[in-house]
């Protein structure tokens, strides 16, 4: 019996993503491509960065480190172009900050349902940020499609966190996780 062009698609789908998990094997944020290195999450569950170093003729160029951050609940994971695109994050920004937070436009991506719904990881990195910031995102998602402006300001005005002599050093680990975003939100 002949199978389906839409079987064979999914049997093939399926077969290459096998294929491309055995290639990586585990992931190590130190072996992973400079193009997919950001918004990628280790075999350990650690968040990857890229960051700039100088080579050996005192060049800049792109390398990618494993952070400190532990992201709950996922792990070997490397973000889809889709989301990337949908998000409006860019794989190639050095370290990650919550000042784009404070762009209107890169807000309205985050907070769209095309990336908010779809998107856990990169919803959860912003989450963080933001809670860093003193700011629930989900709130400030909800401000931002009702009154953009307003949520700008809101987000202006709330200052930055306080810090915490109990915070984890750069050498301990740190554990972060959203909690679960209801897409009956949107």
Known sequence: MALSM????????FASTLVLQVALG??????????????????????CLLENSANEDGKLEYQ??????????I???IE?????????VDRNSVGISSDSLLEPQFTAKLCSPSCYR?????VD?????????????PDLCSKQRSSPHRAMIELLSSGAA?????????????????????????
């Open 162 to 186: 306080a810090t915490d002599a109990s915070a984890p050093t750069a050498s301990e680990d740190i554990i972060v996780g959203a909690p679960d975003i209801s897409p009956a939100s949107f």
């Open 80 to 88: 889809t172009d889709e989301c990337i695109n949908s998000c409006g």
């Open 26 to 47: 585990e992931i190590t944020c130190e072996n992973l491509p400079t193009n997919i290195c950001s918004f990628s999450i280790s075999s350990s569950g650690k968040r």
């Open 6 to 13: 839409k079987h064979s698609s999914i049997i093939l789908f």
């Open 118 to 122: 779809n998107c856990p990881n990169v």
């Open 75 to 77: 792990a070997e994971y």
């Open 125 to 137: 990195l912003y989450f963080n940020l933001a809670a860093g910031e003193g700011v629930y995102l």
């Open 64 to 73: 990618c480190k494993t952070s400190e951050v532990i992201v709950a609940n």
